[in-house]
Nanobody
Framework: QVQLVESGGGLVQAGGSLRLSCAAS????????MGWYRQAPGKPRDLVAA???????KYEDSVKGRFTISRDNAKNTVYLQMNSLKPEDTAVYYC???????????????WGQGTQVTVSS
């Protein structure tokens, strides 16, 4: 069974940066697609960024040019570098192990516990 552990969240001022990490246990990380989602209070959990096993990426429109997803297969870790943060980026961020097919990301059943990101204005 895959376990995902997020870290790196915190409180930051608008315009600042944070880097989230998600460490994955289990086998075959190098052939898994990974995604970052976020959920603000009272809102659904939405995909922010995803990366395929081959390094293809996709981003939600509001974070394009500001967020970068990457992976280190040797460390079984996926990252989300977040720059130029805005108050509307405030949410709990979750990582997910899923599938990346035809340019689309499909969430799997494995989720981390989430890490809180709070951006003050």
């Amino acid at each position: 069974q895959v376990q995902l552990v997020e870290s790196g969240g915190g409180l930051v001022q608008a315009g600042g940066s944070l880097r989230l990490s998600c460490a994955a246990s289990g086998r075959f990380f190098n052939i898994a697609a990974m995604g970052w989602y976020r959920q603000a209070p009272g809102k659904p959990r939405d995909l922010v960024a995803a990366i395929s096993s081959g390094g293809s990426t996709k981003y939600e429109d509001s974070v394009k040019g500001r967020f970068t997803i990457s992976r280190d297969n040797a460390k079984n870790t996926v990252y989300l570098q977040m720059n130029s943060l805005k108050p509307e980026d405030t949410a709990v961020y979750y990582c997910n192990r899923g599938r990346y097919i035809g340019g689309s990301y499909y969430a799997g059943d494995s989720w981390g516990q989430g890490t809180q990101v709070t951006v003050s204005s």
